[in-house]
């Protein structure tokens, strides 16, 4: 399936921050990243790059792609202020007019359900080998991520013959199960071999899965992701997508994250999400965006935020207490299971902010 690339620099100040005929130095390493954002979500997609050139190396060049689903021209001189942290090339790509004038994939993405986390958007990362179509490799990150340190030496990781380096997903036993594959990985942060994935044809192959497979689609790009390329899929370790959800938090356990992920409804720009684990990392780096004057932190917690905090302690002591119990070929499905059993119940939907 050949879609036309189109990119597009925001004003003569792209060129200011890095340009096109800049060259890479010796010992100097080109990390070639891509984001995907609406308007709605420019704000989060600019505390991620800010982590990003935050905590970069000083060898790290760094090349955004976005695919743009309406950025305004106001928001993207609001990203381009970023270049103050560190120099960067971002390029824009009108994902959305590109995927729907093709017929293949508007047929695909008119029969993928969405909702207000899977969009037409986030649904682009299925064709990035043709969207960007110059570049060999790349990492793909969701907008609800922190960086914290040089992404180096992920991008440099060896694939060997995978096309797509993932890590587990929180609830890979169920999904996997649900989905009928033997690992089920996150699709927010994503190691891909453009290159491997073009010689093999796996847009093709994901179409072709997709419609055999639309029943037993529920959570859009990342269900076809690991169903349609199973077999093309290797591990990364967990520290690359430590993935924080309010009722889930096993992977919170690293104690030197590279990368933390917010998933699920009570993230931290939300009322029910401020006293999550790591909320205070997202409004650190939101702080050095332009973004964060408009931010404001709440005057005190309620009796039941406290009670809430206190109880996500509560249950991380107790999955640090039952994870030894369980052998390294087990602890997976059986310390995920154990930990549902012993943690308190809580009426769903709970919303400090509404009582």
């Not at 905590?55 to 309406?70: A, E, M, P, Q, T």
């Not at 924080?244 to 029910?272: C, D, M, V």
Request: hydrophobic fraction near 35%; charged fraction near 20%; glycine fraction near 4%.
């Amino acid at each position: 399936m050949s879609l036309q690339y189109q990119t597009s620099n925001h004003s003569a100040d792209c060129a200011a921050i890095l340009p096109l005929s800049h060259s890479q130095e010796e010992g100097q390493i080109r990390i070639v990243l891509c984001l995907a954002s609406d308007t709605h979500y420019v704000p989060h997609l600019a505390t991620a790059m800010a982590s990003i050139l935050k905590n970069r190396h000083k060898s790290d060049l760094i090349h955004f792609y976005i695919l743009d689903d309406g950025i305004t021209g106001e928001q993207k001189i609001n990203l381009n202020g970023l270049s103050y942290l560190s120099t960067f090339r971002i390029d824009y790509v009108d994902v959305k007019t590109i995927l729907l004038q093709n017929q293949s994939a508007s047929t695909l993405l008119g029969r993928v359900p969405l909702s207000s986390h899977i969009s037409i958007t986030s649904l682009g990362r299925l064709f990035i080998s043709e969207l960007i179509p110059h570049e060999n490799r790349i990492i793909y990150l969701d907008c609800d991520i922190i960086v914290k340190c040089s992404l180096s030496a992920l991008y440099l990781k060896d694939m060997k013959d995978h096309i797509i380096l993932g890590t587990r997903d929180i609830a890979s036993p169920m999904l996997a199960e649900k989905l009928g594959v033997r690992r089920y990985i996150n699709s927010g942060v994503l190691l891909m071999n453009l290159e491997k994935m073009r010689s093999e044809n796996t847009i093709n192959r994901i179409l072709q899965w997709t419609a055999q497979n639309i029943q037993s689609i529920k959570l859009g790009d990342q269900d076809i992701i690991n169903g349609a390329l199973e077999n093309y899929i290797g591990n990364l370790s967990d520290k690359w997508n430590v993935q924080e959800l309010r009722r889930k938090t096993r992977f919170s356990l690293q104690t030197n994250p590279a990368i933390i992920h917010y998933i699920g409804k009570h993230t931290p720009w939300k009322e029910t999400g401020r006293t999550r684990p790591y909320a205070e990392e997202y409004f650190h780096y939101l702080a050095l965006t332009a973004f964060g004057k408009h931010h404001t932190e709440p005057a005190h917690y309620t009796l039941k935020q406290r009670l809430y905090e206190l109880k996500q302690q509560l249950k991380k002591t107790l999955l640090v207490i039952i994870s030894p119990l369980f052998s390294r070929e087990r602890s997976l499905y059986e310390t995920y299971n154990t930990y549902r059993l012993l943690c308190f119940r809580f009426k769903k939907k709970r919303d400090f902010s509404s009582r």
